[in-house]
């Protein structure tokens, strides 16, 4: 097809759909299609969250505490209402994902800003990255000063930076700041380290990488639509031969991948290109969390550093209801926290996925406490992995060479996750995220090469 055969295929789609001039963005991003009816709910929750958080930095913040403490409960409920209620018409059973994931996440830092902080006051700080140190101590007239410690800014003193303030940490989902020369205090290395000044290369390389992650994307949903999945019984996945159900767990691995950082690459492009500082777009993704070196780094930095903050200050909160007697042992402790962040995981993706109306899923059985068997299982044998990791892989492997012991470790953790992720898949596949409904792109090159359909 030229490309004027298919901008009159694109315009007849259109026209037959009766969709406006802004569905054109629309066709490449479907699924961020959020239902209008929704938008008062969310904007409402963050408000108050927003309210919150500047309370937070007011001189006597803590005469503030009994309202932030009452307003966590409105601002939950309409998180809720935002993420679940079925009043709002949802296209596709990846919007009712992707809507209650941006929930689950809105309830964490509602809890870890109006409940959790109360016990320990803490307050996030905004630290100088690395490279601003001289910058910084220039404009104070000292170019010669260097800084070998972080540079942590003081909390606003006004009414405008206190919105500010509370506008980047609403924001700020893994410590990155919209300003390019500082990130908040609970960033990550790689994001305290991340530096970019060329923006026209940002925008080419990116809009470059968005193109090859669209296409892989492509790929991907035009390879899992030609498949037969069983829809009679809710193990779609592991009644496959088992390389088919290998094939499948690395699929929905990428296909996860790239429902993140496609969305996250293509914001990254128009932000920069409006004017934002390209060293504030870190990469959502930037280790391949399947290569993770052991299962206990998958977990807690490869995959959830989204929600590391939160999870963390969360756990804090439940250790301190610990009898102090326990809460000097560092190995309970430990343990404790992991279990919080584990549960709080399991309650995630159950939540997300008990999000779809049952007449989209297949038949399966919520037998566990309302969660499907897919999901329970996944879930509760990777403790049993970590585990294994430590008390077998860890000594057996722990005399060989550098290289040898890395590679047996991550060999560990590939054939637990494919040997478990299969009961992700069965709730994945069972839940109708692989029907031909759901369309993640709109704009099909494959289909259009192979079919000459290039428009879903």
């Not at 509370?166 to 700041?177: H, I, L, P, W």
């Not at 406490?369 to 049993?384: M, S």
Request: glycine share 6%; proline share 7%.
């Amino acid at each position: 097809m030229s490309s004027e055969g298919f901008l009159n295929h694109l315009a007849a789609n259109m026209a037959a759909k009766n969709r406006s001039l802004f569905d054109i963005v629309v066709l490449f991003l479907p699924n961020l299609v959020i239902p209008p009816e929704a938008v008062p709910a969310m904007t409402g929750a963050l408000l108050i969250l927003g309210f919150c958080i500047y309370t937070t930095v007011l001189p006597n913040h803590k005469t503030w505490a009994p309202l932030r403490i009452g307003l966590a409960i409105p601002a939950i409920y309409l998180f809720i209402d935002y993420g679940w209620s079925r009043a709002y018409p949802r296209g596709t059973r990846a919007v009712h994902l992707g809507m209650g994931t941006t929930a689950f996440y809105g309830i964490m830092k509602v809890i870890e800003v109006c409940w959790v902080r109360e016990l320990d006051d803490e307050r996030p700080r905004w630290v100088l990255k690395p490279g601003a140190h001289t910058s910084q101590a220039s404009r104070n007239g000292n170019g010669d000063a260097k800084s070998k410690v972080p540079t942590i800014l003081p909390l606003p003193e006004d009414t405008w930076g206190r919105i500010i303030y509370a506008f980047d940490f609403v924001s700020s989902v893994r410590g990155a700041s919209w300003f390019g020369d500082r990130v908040w205090d609970f960033a990550p290395s790689y994001i305290y380290n991340y530096s970019r000044s060329d923006r026209l290369y940002f925008v080419l390389f990116n809009i470059a990488f968005l193109l090859l992650q669209y296409l892989a994307a492509d790929f991907f949903d035009v390879y899992v639509k030609s498949l037969q999945w069983d829809r009679t019984n809710g193990t779609p996945v592991t009644s496959l031969p088992v390389p088919l159900q290998i094939t499948t767990v690395l699929i929905v691995g990428l296909h996860t991948i790239l429902g993140l950082t496609i969305p996250a690459t293509s914001f990254a492009i128009i932000a920069v290109s409006l004017g934002s500082n390209p060293s504030s777009w870190v990469p959502i993704l930037p280790n391949v969390p399947f290569a993770a070196p052991t299962i206990q780094e998958f977990w807690s930095t490869y995959w959830h550093h989204i929600f590391r903050r939160a999870w963390r200050r969360i756990a804090t909160g439940v250790v301190w209801f610990v009898p102090a007697s326990l809460r000097t042992n560092p190995t309970i402790v430990r343990i404790l926290r992991h279990t919080v962040v584990f549960f709080l995981s399991s309650a995630l993706h159950a939540a997300i996925l008990a999000g779809i109306p049952s007449k989209m899923v297949y038949p399966m059985s919520r037998s566990f406490l309302g969660v499907d068997a897919g999901t329970f299982k996944f879930f509760f044998t990777q403790p049993l992995g970590l585990v294994l990791e430590a008390l077998l892989v860890f000594p057996l492997t722990e005399g060989l060479e550098p290289y040898t012991r890395a590679e047996l470790r991550r060999a560990f953790g590939w054939v637990w996750f494919l040997f478990t992720g299969r009961y992700w898949c069965d709730a994945w596949i069972g839940h109708g995220l692989f029907e031909p409904t759901e369309i993640p792109i709109s704009i099909s090159p494959i289909r259009g090469v192979l079919y000459d359909q290039w428009v879903f």
